[in-house]
């Protein structure tokens, strides 16, 4: 069965709009993890918009599932993450001025800088996963990373119009079989909604989703607990068996 690892990054969003302490990040994602979330992720970023270094210490030491730490190439992180020690690292492109991560990453433009950065957290046990457009060029130049994993970035075709969203598709279904046979772990996220996550569970290479927006979104409604429950139910129903 694919797994659903939920991103708590807008708990802490909603926090920081009054710069107080509630809601905590951290409750959520023990709700998530009791509604059967099997991991948690969170985004570490340089200008520390809403996960801060508090945030990822305190989720490291109560959570029980895969704990996914994303982030940027940065030194700075790169170095509390080697002493977090993260089940997983999710390597993302990051811009200051971008609201969210709005494309995959160019491992195959900087394959040197990626290696050494693989090598340094396998090193401390810590998996890594980059974060990619559904590309053969990238698949393989994560492989030559020695990545475990790739998370193929899904904005496209979550924000596709009834013209392409085929043609978007298609692009992550042939990805997910080379990085398949390639002997990579797959995940799929960005922009994965209720509705739309229904044919990405007819892949049957992907393993996981790492979904934030919708579920936070509609955890405003009905509670995390629920709203994490809700969605594994639609993977649950919408997955080959
Ligand atoms: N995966 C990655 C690598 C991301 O950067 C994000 C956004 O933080 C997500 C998944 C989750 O995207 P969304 O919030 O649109 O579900």
Redesign the pocket.
């Known amino acids: 069965m694919k797994t659903l690892n939920v991103?708590i990054?807008?708990v802490a969003t909603v926090r920081e709009a009054r710069a107080g302490k509630e809601p905590d990040p951290v409750s959520a994602a023990l709700s998530a993890e009791s509604a059967g979330a099997k991991g948690i992720?969170c985004?570490l970023r340089e200008d520390r918009r809403h996960i801060n270094d508090r945030d990822v210490q305190n989720l490291r030491e109560v959570i029980q599932s895969k704990l996914d730490l994303?982030m940027a190439a940065n030194e700075e992180i790169i170095k509390i993450a080697l002493n977090l020690k993260p089940d997983l690292v999710?390597i993302?492109p990051e811009g200051r001025m971008e609201l969210?991560?709005e494309g995959g990453l160019d491992v195959a433009g900087n394959t040197e800088k990626f290696k050494s950065l693989t090598d340094r957290m396998h090193s401390k046990g810590i998996e890594v996963s980059f974060?990619v457009e559904p590309d053969k060029k990238q698949i393989e130049a994560s492989l030559s990373c020695s990545a475990d994993m790739v998370?193929f970035?899904t904005?496209n075709f979550?924000n596709a119009n009834d013209e392409n969203i085929e043609k978007e598709l298609k692009k992550i279904i042939s990805a997910s079989k080379i990085a398949f046979n390639s002997g990579l772990k797959i995940a799929a996220?960005?922009?994965?909604n209720y509705l739309n996550i229904r044919p990405l569970c007819l892949i049957p290479e992907i393993g996981e989703f790492?979904?934030?927006?919708?579920?936070i979104s509609r955890a405003i409604y009905v509670g995390i607990e629920i709203a994490t429950r809700e969605m594994i139910e639609v993977i649950s129903k919408s997955s080959i068996k």
Not at 189 to 192: E, Y
Not at 210 to 215: A, F, K, R, V
């Open positions: 991103n990054d807008h992720v985004h994303e999710t993302v969210t991560t974060f998370e970035h904005g979550a996220g960005h922009g994965i790492s979904i934030g927006h919708s579920i």
